[in-house]
């Protein structure tokens, strides 16, 4: 049974950072790329970093989080990370982690939800100012 359970959100103020955690479980070995988007309450699910398994290259991050958050894996731990630092009272939302057999983003559309089959249950992340 496959699982991905994320854990290290909380809450911390403007410019503080925080380690995200997604230990995942029974992930098939055709599983192409690990995401972590986020979703605030009212938007839409927005893709912040996309990890292809084979190499550990993180190939997409959005123009909001560029620079600031960083995406990465552990294979010997079945880990993926996501290391957000400066953080934003923006940046305030619900952060899953998901698995992809196929892209982790397109050119002109970045990271698309559709395109992850398995997700977590999500981690809350509140920064305030």
């Known amino acids: 049974q496959v699982q991905l359970v994320e854990s290290g959100g909380g809450s911390v103020q403007a410019g503080g950072s925080l380690r995200l955690s997604c230990a995942a479980f029974?992930?098939?070995?055709?599983?192409?790329?690990m995401g972590w988007f986020r979703q605030a309450p009212g938007k839409e699910r927005e893709g912040v970093a996309g990890?292809?398994?084979?190499?550990?290259?993180?190939?997409y991050y959005p123009d909001s989080v560029k620079g600031r958050f960083t995406g990465s894996q552990d294979n010997a731990k079945s880990t993926v990370y996501l290391q957000m630092n400066d953080l934003k009272p923006e940046d305030t939302a619900m952060y899953y982690c998901?698995?992809?057999?196929?892209?982790?983003?397109?050119?002109?559309?970045?990271?698309?939800?559709?395109?992850?089959?398995?997700w977590g249950q999500g981690t809350q992340v509140t920064v305030s100012s």
């Open positions: 998901a698995a992809s057999f196929g892209r982790c983003a397109s050119l002109t559309m970045g990271m698309e939800a559709a395109d992850f089959y398995y």
């Open positions: 990890i292809y398994t084979t190499g550990g290259r993180v190939t």
């Open positions: 029974g992930l098939p070995y055709s599983i192409n790329c």
